[in-house]
T-cell receptor, first 113, second 110 residues
């Protein structure tokens, strides 16, 4: 079983829709959770960063962590064509040490004008 | 802010030729550095990581090697490229918190 599972999609939605992207994980030691956005042929850029359970909102984006279910989500409100990208979830167990960052495979999102 | 510079953006190389991809870091010191390969639908595959100068850990046995000659420099190399080495290569770094990425190199081996 992979440490982090993410549906690769692709996911197509009309402009203005609410998008829900999700990841599940198996290791309860994960404490830090991140979402990255990656445009075609570019490197991933950090979108949201949360610690432990709860919600975090930034503009049209909301990150949600449910540690009891080992489930994280990214919601995009009023989706725009510029949101079309691959979204990767990532998580880590602690702040120190190397090789403790685990990524999902990414979900490819297309927002249709 | 922390920035990764990675070059070149695209590269076409014949089979059997050598490879050298370089990445440099700005805005932090003593970062952990990583080389990933990303295949469509398969996510990020960790190839190498380094916690300091001269310290390299390999995750996947393969035709590639990595070196860290300076604190903020990380190099991915190959002596003889294979067709299967084609892919999108990403350099990344982190220190304490989330990872930050370079813009990637699209390598095509022909």
């Amino acid at each position: 079983q992979k440490e982090v599972e993410q549906d690769p999609g692709p996911l197509s939605v009309p402009e203005g829709a609410i998008v829900s992207l999700n990841c599940t994980y198996s290791n309860s030691a994960f404490q830090y959770f991140m979402w990255y956005r990656q445009y075609s042929r570019k490197g991933p850029e950090l979108l949201m960063y949360t610690y432990s359970s709860g919600n975090k909102e930034d503009g049209r984006f909301t990150a949600q962590v449910d540690k009891s279910s080992k489930y994280i989500s990214l919601f995009i409100r009023d989706s725009q064509p510029s949101d079309s990208a691959t979204y990767l979830c990532a998580m880590r167990k602690g702040l120190t040490g190397a090789n403790n960052l685990f990524f999902g495979t990414g979900t490819r999102l297309t927002v249709i004008p | 802010s922390q920035t990764i510079h990675q070059w070149p953006a695209t590269l076409v190389q014949p089979v059997g030729s050598p490879l050298s991809l370089e990445c440099t870091v700005e805005g932090t010191s003593n970062p952990n550095l990583y080389w990933y390969r990303q295949a469509a639908g398969r996510g990020l595959q960790l190839l190498f990581y380094s916690v300091g100068i001269g310290q390299i850990s390999s995750e996947v046995p393969q035709n590639l090697s990595a070196s860290r000659p300076q604190d903020r420099q990380f190099i991915l190399s190959s002596k003889k490229l294979l067709l299967s080495d084609s892919g999108f290569y990403l350099c990344a770094g982190n220190r304490d918190t989330e990872a930050f990425f370079g813009q990637g190199t699209r390598l095509t081996v022909v």
